[in-house]
């Protein structure tokens, strides 16, 4: 565990100039193993790259993404993006990723972006956050239910796009 484990938290948005240490962080949790799933849906994919994040924008005006910090460095982000779905269309915060440096988990740092990311959304009158979790992982499907997320009635079907 680090030594600063105990230094104030700050929660601010997420920056183009963060990618390089958001895709650092992501890869001291690629190989997590996961309770119950043999592989991580993480360790079916290659590294996270700079183009993958700097497609997504961050900064930028659907980005919802936020950066934590403590003893002066980023220690966890939550990648989100402002999302038009459904019938009929409806403005949705989506979560895509949530990941904390490993020698600050269980301290609330994830709560806090999570809670960053729902004010933004209702300062921008989104109504909905959504987070893409898989069914298997019953470990963060329970720590979003505490956090006062439900199960959506929504099902994702996925083909590949192959020939």
């Known amino acids: 565990m680090a030594s600063g484990n105990k230094s104030p938290i700050n929660i601010r948005p997420m920056e183009r100039g963060d990618i390089d240490t958001v895709i650092s962080i992501y890869g001291k949790i690629r190989d997590e193993k996961i309770p119950g799933v043999k592989r991580s849906r993480l ?71 999570i809670e960053a990311l729902a004010k933004r959304c209702r300062d921008r009158g989104v109504k909905t956050v959504r987070a893409i979790i898989d069914e298997r992982h019953w470990e963060l499907q329970n720590y979003f239910q505490k956090l006062g997320f439900h199960r959506s009635e929504l099902v994702i079907y996925t083909k590949a796009a192959k020939g």
Not at 56 to 62: E, K, S
Not at 76 to 99: C, Q
Request: net charge negative; hydrophobic share 45%.
């Open 43 to 113: 360790s079916y994919r290659s590294a996270l790259t700079y183009a993958e994040v700097a497609l997504t924008d961050p900064g930028g005006p659907l980005d919802l993404s936020f950066v934590a910090e403590a003893d002066g460095k980023a220690i966890g982000f939550i990648w989100s993006r402002l999302a038009y779905v459904g019938i009929p269309i409806d403005e949705v915060g989506i979560i895509y990723m949530l990941v904390i440096d490993p020698d600050y988990q269980k301290r609330g740092i994830a709560g806090k972006l």
